[in-house]
């Protein structure tokens, strides 16, 4: 019976953190440890070293390690899984921008709102000539 994939249950600053050797790694994902020195290779993953040069794997890496599972089962090579991740990265900082701007735009919204219910004119480059 094929192994679940491991995917972290929470979202916070402590995913970051490595604290999972490549033994740990490996058994928690099902991906066999030289795989994980392959994806490292290849610039899919990018576990953290200890002083002394160890691998350390985080649950950011770990749910990478899982999409790239994922992606590669579906057939796609390392140079396609490469360019998906850097699109989903552009994607969500996209978000980020387009989340923010609409917050901006309803901020503006209610203070034009309150401008015209206090029957001040709001301020535009026209009626500022």
């Given at each position: 019976m094929p192994r679940k994939p491991y995917r972290?249950?929470?979202?916070?600053?402590?995913?970051?953190?490595?604290?999972?050797?490549?033994?740990?790694a490996s058994d928690l994902s099902g991906v066999p440890q030289q795989q994980l020195r392959r994806m490292e290779e290849s610039g899919l993953i990018t576990p953290q070293r200890t002083d002394g040069r160890t691998r350390r794997y985080s649950d950011d890496d770990m749910t990478r390690i899982a999409e790239v599972g994922?992606?590669?089962?579906?057939?796609?090579?390392?140079?396609?899984?490469?360019?998906?991740r850097n699109l989903r990265e552009e994607m969500e900082a996209l978000r980020a921008e387009?989340?923010?701007?609409?917050?901006?735009?309803?901020?503006l919204q209610?203070?034009?709102?309150?401008?015209?219910?206090?029957g001040n004119e709001p301020a535009t480059a026209a009626s500022k000539e």
């Open positions: 972290p249950r929470r979202r916070d600053n402590l995913n970051s953190v490595p604290k999972y050797s490549i033994a740990v994922d992606l590669a089962n579906d057939g796609i090579n390392a140079a396609g899984i490469l360019y998906i387009n989340e923010a701007l609409r917050q901006q735009l309803a901020a209610d203070a034009v709102q309150t401008a015209l219910k206090q």
